[in-house]
């Protein structure tokens, strides 16, 4: 078993930054890739930014250039650097974190960017 916990979510302006973070805990040192995914009212999850034990990225085209997606694998913590925020950002940020073939979800954190 493996817990997330998010945190760093907050209101901020458009233009504005935020970073969350997302740290792991037991079973932690098994862990693969790891990743950030949204949700807005309405619309279905998506993936935003993933990175892999080895530290290869992939992002979603929407935030490319602007979102940062890092990892400290001694601290089984990932981070998502947001800058230049929008109001399309809005969203519950969810953490992701992959243990072989099974996947564990952290509680989301919400993310509002007013305009």
């Known amino acids: 078993q493996v817990q997330l916990v998010e945190s760093g979510g907050g209101l901020v302006q458009a233009g504005g930054s935020l970073r969350l973070s997302c740290a792991a805990s037991g079973s932690a040192f098994r862990l693969n890739a790891m990743g950030w995914y949204r949700q807005a009212p309405g619309k279905q999850r998506e993936l935003v930014a993933a990175i892999t034990s080895g530290g290869s990225r992939n992002y979603a085209d929407s935030v490319r250039g602007r979102f940062t997606i890092s990892r400290d694998n001694a601290k089984n913590t990932v981070y998502l650097q947001m800058n230049s925020l929008k109001s399309e950002d809005t969203a519950v940020y969810y953490c992701?974190?992959?243990?072989?073939?099974?996947?564990?979800w952290g509680q989301g954190t919400q993310v509002t960017v007013s305009s």
């Open positions: 992701n974190a992959r243990v072989g073939p099974d996947g564990y």
